[in-house]
């Protein structure tokens, strides 16, 4: 269920902001948005998955994993609080270091990783994700893993990259590859380096 509220009493903001759920709200163009705090399916995937990233993929290319930033706009610094969102991961190489102010980011990681729980707004953050003119957004299914990787293409929108007839599906901005595995597991490697599977924790 979606629901809408013009102006919420201010007893409710403040309940919010005192529970864990209000680290998940985003601020889209002045209006608030409160998904539901993702379960735990949900965080011990992105952890695996961080874990996974920072250790294979950042750390031997002295790039950089972070979780659950605050993003925004170039032209919305000055007041970033009224227009950000909030992937579940972002992955930055050397040369996009400086968008990070440490409280929120401002401008374009290389990808935005979302993990997609029923009913949530991943897909509706697609074009903000444009605008910024981040190269690449993975979506994971939260309850299947199912991956599929994004890439920017002018317009700017984003098309669904085909997975190859292994079925793996590659990145092309990281070198990182994805494939179901079943069984709500996804299989993960870097340039052909030997799979990992990341599992139904």
Known sequence: ??????????????????????????????????PPMPNRMHQRFGRELLIYLQTRWAKPRGCQVDQEVNLTTPEDEAHWTLNYRIPDLVLLTPDRFHIDRNEYMVGAPLVVVEIKSPGDETYGKLPFYAGLGVPEVWVFDRDTRAPEV?????GPGYQLLPAGPDGWVRSPAT??????????KVAVRIAGDP???????
Do not use: C, Y
């Open 1 to 34: 269920m979606r629901a809408v509220i013009a102006d919420l009493p201010k007893h409710w903001l403040a309940e919010r902001k005192n529970s864990d759920a209000a680290q998940w709200d985003e601020m889209w163009n002045g209006v608030l948005h409160m």
């Open 150 to 154: 994004h890439a920017l293409v002018p």
């Open 175 to 184: 070198g990182v590859e994805f494939r179901p595995a079943g069984a709500n």
């Open 195 to 201: 799979a990992e599977e990341l599992p139904d924790t």
